[in-house]
Structures are given as structure tokens and as C-alpha cells.
């Protein structure tokens, strides 16, 4: 929204109560293993990390329920996981604000 990662979550969720007590958060794209013969066409993974603020006004509809709380997410790490070209290689790409950009190849 805005140009920034949002979320939400409905009032009587664990999560809420989980990221009250703590802020810091994953998100996780969906894990799938390569399928064998294709392993070049695996689109990998994702995780986004990072801290999330609650929005002062309230949050978008989950489910319905008009009590959600928002949050923005505070970006710390995102991370992405593929295979090289020739999908010989594990790739993992990451940003952090500290470091930037950052890409590591291994076998």
C-alpha cells in the first residue's frame, strides 16, 4: 500500500498477540522442491524479515472482521534462493540496509 509492505491481522489472532510481544517478523514465499530433469525452471524462494509497526489508523478488512490491526513492515533482511542458469549452483541473493546487495554461490 503506498508503496510499502502491509499486513494485517484479525484482533483474537495468536499472531497479533505474538507480534505484540515481539515485533520482528518472516514472511516466506512458498517452498516447493525442483522437480527432477526441470531443476533449472525452480523459481526458488523468498523471505522477507524485518520489524513490524503497528498503523495508527486502523487496519484493512481480514476475513471480514473490521477490528484487524495493521502493520507496516520495517524491512530488515529480504532474501532469494534459486539455482544458477544452468541450475548447477545454489544462489542466494540477500539485501540488508547495512550491507546492500549481496550474492553467494555454492555447490
Do not use: Y
Amino acid at each position: 500500500m503506498d508503496g510499502e509492505l502491509t499486513f494485517a491481522s484479525m484482533s483474537d489472532a495468536r499472531k497479533l498477540g505474538d507480534l505484540r510481544r515481539d515485533a520482528r517478523f518472516s514472511l516466506h514465499g512458498p517452498s516447493i522442491d525442483p522437480e527432477v530433469g526441470r531443476e533449472a525452471a525452480w523459481p526458488g524462494e523468498a523471505k522477507i524479515s524485518g520489524i513490524a509497526v503497528p498503523v495508527v489508523t486502523p487496519g484493512p478488512s481480514v476475513d471480514g472482521a473490521s477490528d484487524a490491526q495493521g502493520f507496516v513492515a520495517d524491512i530488515r533482511e529480504v532474501v532469494v534462493t534459486h539455482l544458477n542458469t544452468d541450475a548447477t549452483k545454489l544462489v542466494v541473493e540477500w539485501w540488508t540496509p547495512e550491507g546492500g546487495r549481496q550474492r553467494a554461490e555454492r555447490d
